[in-house]
């Protein structure tokens, strides 16, 4: 039987989160015989295989809720009918019509209303990641999305949204938007979460980061020019934005076209988001 928690646990996230500590959030009582367990910002990787758990928001994202509790049943659940095969994207080769889709409003995916804009254009069809370079559930998913990306079929963009609700990981979102700027987001976005999950440097300062930076072969000069941007600092502030208006709870997350949203939750697992976002990208395909 699974532990619901121990008492290093416990310590070391309180001591990682900058939010209150867990006890104080108000949590839905768990269901019999579950074992949860709650986080907000844990700085330190967290071990795979007892619990599996999304990187909560604060409540201050425009009245949305915190403390959300997922249990590993609830991440693993498969998803309905029959989903496709983990990393298998297949946008472009949705057969089911929209209006007998698989998944439902409410239950799979959320849509939000008003729609909101997105950074792509209005000729291309969004599908945003939002993640944390310290979340594991992101480290875990981010394979498959660049598989997606790089088979995302012409008329879709993939892009890549960093939260952003408190100190540690405004300092993770710069660190993206610093080597989008300098041209080298390709080659750092991957190592970037390896540095952190693989060999535990938790890049919680910006000297961290530059060093981090530096062993990439980006030279200390380009890296404050680039880090201390204005370009980086505007897109920072765009990164918040969308965090409230897409209304973000949690981590990873898949906003398409600034219409629908896609948590690990709602999906069935983590794996299983990208059915779901295939399915709401084919329906805004054929609404064109």
């Known amino acids: 039987m699974r532990m619901i928690i121990i008492a290093g646990a416990w310590l070391a996230l309180a001591a990682c989160s900058q939010d209150a500590p867990p006890a104080q959030v108000d949590q839905p009582?768990?269901?019999a015989g579950e074992d949860m367990l709650y986080a907000t910002t844990p700085v330190e990787p967290m071990a795979r295989g007892d619990v599996q758990v999304i990187e909560q928001a604060p409540e201050d994202m425009e009245g949305t809720a915190t403390g959300t509790l997922v249990t590993e049943e609830a991440i693993d659940e498969p998803a309905p009918a029959s989903a496709s095969a983990p990393g298998v994207l297949q946008l472009a080769q949705a057969s089911t019509a929209p209006s007998n889709g698989?998944?439902?409003e409410g239950r799979h995916f959320q849509r939000l209303s008003p729609?909101?804009?997105?950074?792509?254009g209005p000729d291309t069809i969004e599908v945003a990641e939002v993640f944390w370079y310290g979340c594991p559930h992101c480290y875990e998913f981010e394979p498959f999305v660049r598989n997606w990306k790089q088979n995302a079929p012409e008329g879709v963009t993939v892009v890549g949204i960093p939260a952003t609700w408190n100190p540690l990981l405004l300092l993770h979102a710069r660190a993206?938007?610093?080597?989008?700027?300098?041209?080298?987001l390709d080659?750092?976005?991957?190592?970037?979460?390896?540095?952190y999950h693989e060999r535990r440097n938790p890049l919680d300062s910006e000297g961290r980061i530059r060093e981090f930076f530096g062993s990439q072969g980006v030279s200390g000069e380009d890296f404050d020019r680039a880090w201390n941007s204005f370009n980086v600092q505007s897109r920072l502030q765009r990164?918040?934005?969308m965090a409230?208006?897409?209304?973000v709870t949690g981590v990873p997350?898949?906003?398409?076209?600034?219409?629908y949203t896609v948590d690990g939750r709602s999906a069935g697992g983590l794996r299983q988001m990208l059915d779901v976002a295939e399915e709401l990208v084919e329906r805004e395909k054929a609404a064109r």
């Open 29 to 31: 009582a768990p269901e």
């Open 102 to 104: 698989r998944f439902r």
């Open 115 to 120: 729609s909101q804009p997105t950074s792509s």
């Open 176 to 184: 993206y938007y610093t080597a989008e700027h300098l041209g080298v």
């Open 187 to 195: 080659e750092l976005h991957m190592a970037i979460f390896r540095e």
């Open 239 to 241: 990164a918040e934005q």
């Open 244 to 247: 409230r208006r897409y209304r």
């Open 253 to 259: 997350m898949i906003v398409v076209n600034g219409k």
